[in-house]
């Protein structure tokens, strides 16, 4: 059987990825560069709705998303699932099993994907001989527990149409720093796992979608979204910048 090592398609070096600026150092270049590149040899597909990795599962690697989007979520003890965040392109995932060597949340394909698997003993190895590499993970930690804090300000202080206009906000800027469109874009997660991540009922989600539509700041067809009015939007969240 083929695997993913196999498959030329899939030997895509991190210094030719197109994605490099995003999940690389900038200045990480040569053989250093070259050496990160072994490390991250292994790459996977993923179908819509396969598990990445499940909580509780031992801590092996940390993964960057090449294509695709990716869910994180958690269990609740009367079944509920609770989605803790919504992964794109470029963008490191698995980062929550460092300190306990055990993966704390379950993460799911949203929709065809491919990752790069990179082991993190091999990793953290690198980075002792690479300070660039070591401060870049510390960055990459640090902006997870900056995410955490902003997550809790939201749930914690937002009203709905606050919430709403944050998420949206906040995937237009992602979207833009991929070279994709910040006002028109596909929303990989359902309204259900909006709300689930934002702390609202589906129904509180739908509403707010119209209330916005109607009010003329968004055009909002199943699951295509068109921001009509940034600014306006962005007052929501107190900013016009």
């Known amino acids: ?31 250093a560069l070259h050496r990160l590149d072994a490390l991250t040899s292994i790459k996977r597909p993923f179908r819509r709705g396969e598990y990445l990795y499940r909580s509780g599962e031992p801590f092996r690697a940390l993964y960057a998303i090449r294509t695709g989007f990716f869910k994180t979520q958690v269990l609740h003890e009367n079944g509920r699932e609770q989605v803790t965040g919504f992964q794109m392109p470029g963008e490191i995932i ?3 099993a460092i ?5 704390s949340c379950d993460a799911v394909a949203l929709e065809d994907s491919e990752i790069c698997e990179i082991p993190f003993d ?28 902003g997550i809790m300000m939201l749930l914690g202080s937002m009203r709905a149409e606050e919430r709403l206009a944050a998420f949206l906000l906040n995937l237009s800027q992602r979207f833009s720093a991929r070279g994709y469109s910040p006002s028109s874009f596909h929303l990989r997660m359902t309204r259900q796992e909006i709300g689930s991540y934002l702390g609202l009922k589906l129904e509180t989600v739908s509403r707010t979608l119209s209330h916005f539509q109607d009010h003329g700041l968004l055009n909002v067809r199943l699951r295509e ?6 600014l306006r939007l962005r007052s929501f969240v107190g900013t016009t910048a």
Request: hydrophobic share 35%.
């Open 99 to 103: 300190s306990s060597d055990a993966h």
């Open 94 to 96: 698995g980062l929550d």
């Open 122 to 149: 091999q990793l953290e190895e690198l980075s002792r001989e690479l300070p660039t590499l070591q401060r870049y993970l510390h960055k990459i930690m640090s902006r997870e527990i900056v995410r955490d804090h």
């Open 225 to 230: 979204v068109e921001i009509m009015d940034m």
């Open 1 to 31: 059987m083929q695997t993913a090592s196999d498959n030329p398609c899939l030997r895509i070096a991190c210094s030719s990825c197109n994605l490099r600026e995003l999940c690389l150092p900038v200045d990480l270049q040569g053989s």
